[in-house]
């Protein structure tokens, strides 16, 4: 079981938006702005497209965005494109037991209709 | 641009322990903290535990505790990872990426941020 929690699927049709949740705890996603998300496509290794919730890479298309509210994380992807459709991970710094971690939630596989 | 350039797939038997090494190209790691993440065939992302080199300070998540070493050569830009006690679910890809931090003006605590460049990922495969 991952410790962040994200729905296993989402689906959008091409042009349309699909918002991609992600749940912890106040020990991670609630309790630092250090949420980020990360795109794979098969056979690929992972790829950052937001970190410190809402920014973006260099590079990373404007039709992502990231927000956060409370104890979720939330990843937008606008105007749905082909190539977008892949897993998407999202990741959080974490405190438990006053150690410093980092944690993962178990992916969401988006399908592009 | 820095790139972050693992060695080669493994093939280990049950048992024994495995060294990945991942070696900072056109740039250095020193500033930031090197991170080792595992995804087995067909799941997710596992973070394993971080470095932070130039204070040669471990993070270990707990499920590898005590089967996990991470270090970091600081000369060479250079971070590995050692998994000990190999088991068949150790089969997986494993990356190394790298980490901005910052750490607390109050106490000795440190922050990660994000895996922000990521290596190309070596595959150890654990069969008897």
């Known amino acids: 079981q991952s410790a962040l929690t994200q729905p296993p699927s989402a689906s959008g049709s091409l042009g349309q938006s699909v918002t991609i949740s992600c749940t912890g705890t106040?020990?991670?996603?609630?309790?630092?702005?250090?949420v980020s998300w990360y795109q794979q496509h098969p056979g690929k290794g992972p790829k950052l497209i937001i970190y410190?919730?809402?920014k973006r890479p260099s590079g990373v298309p404007d039709r992502f965005s990231g927000s956060k509210s409370g104890y979720t994380a939330s990843l937008t992807v606008s105007g749905l494109q082909a190539e977008d459709e892949g897993d998407y991970y999202c990741?959080?710094?974490?405190?438990?037991?006053?150690?410093?971690?980092?944690?993962f939630g178990g992916g969401t596989k988006l399908t592009v209709l | 641009q820095v790139q972050l350039v693992q060695s080669g797939a493994e093939v280990k038997k049950p048992g024994s322990s495995v060294r990945v090494s991942c070696k900072a190209s056109?740039?250095?790691?020193?500033?930031?903290?090197i991170s080792w993440v595992r995804q087995a065939p067909g799941q997710g992302l596992e973070w394993m535990g971080g470095?932070?080199?130039?204070?040669?300070?471990?993070h270990y998540a707990q499920k590898f505790q005590g089967r996990v070493t991470i270090t970091a050569d600081k000369s060479t830009g250079t971070g590995y990872l050692e998994l000990s006690s190999l088991r068949s679910e150790d089969t997986a890809i494993y990356y190394c990426?790298?980490?901005?931090?910052?750490?607390?003006?109050?106490?000795?605590?440190?922050?990660?941020?994000?895996?922000?460049?990521w290596g190309q990922g070596t595959t150890v495969t654990v069969s008897s």
């Open positions: 990741s959080s710094f974490g405190g438990s037991n006053n150690l410093p971690s980092w944690m």
């Open positions: 056109g740039g250095t790691f020193n500033n930031y903290a």
């Open positions: 106040s020990s991670d996603v609630g309790g630092y702005n250090y």
């Open positions: 990426a790298r980490m901005p931090w910052s750490s607390s003006p109050v106490v000795p605590y440190y922050y990660y941020h994000t895996l922000d460049v």
């Open positions: 470095i932070i080199p130039i204070f040669e300070k471990t």
């Open positions: 410190e919730v809402t």
